[in-house]
């Protein structure tokens, strides 16, 4: 069962959308792994691990979060992630 499940909407092309989500990931010492269909990543914050892995349906980028530190709510990881791909 997932901690997470949300959707991104985007207007830029899924390319850079992906290319923005790979640099932030990686920026913070993270993994992302994928292509423009589907994928996962992972990174640490505050020294505990967020896991989790997208697909992409048309033009809304899928979210699946399945680890996630217990005392971070999912819509802060939510609103981080949108405003870093926005």
Do not use: R
């Amino acid at each position: 069962m997932s901690a997470c499940n949300f959707s991104i909407p985007f207007t830029k092309s899924v390319t850079d959308v992906l290319a923005k989500a790979k640099k932030t990931v990686e920026g913070q010492g993270g993994n992302f792994n994928g292509d423009e269909n589907e994928g996962n990543f992972n990174v640490s914050i505050f020294g505990n691990t967020v896991i989790g892995s997208y697909a992409v349906k048309g033009e809304e980028l899928n979210i699946d979060i399945t680890e996630k530190p217990f005392l971070v709510p999912c819509n802060m990881i939510e609103n981080f992630l949108k405003s870093q791909l926005n």
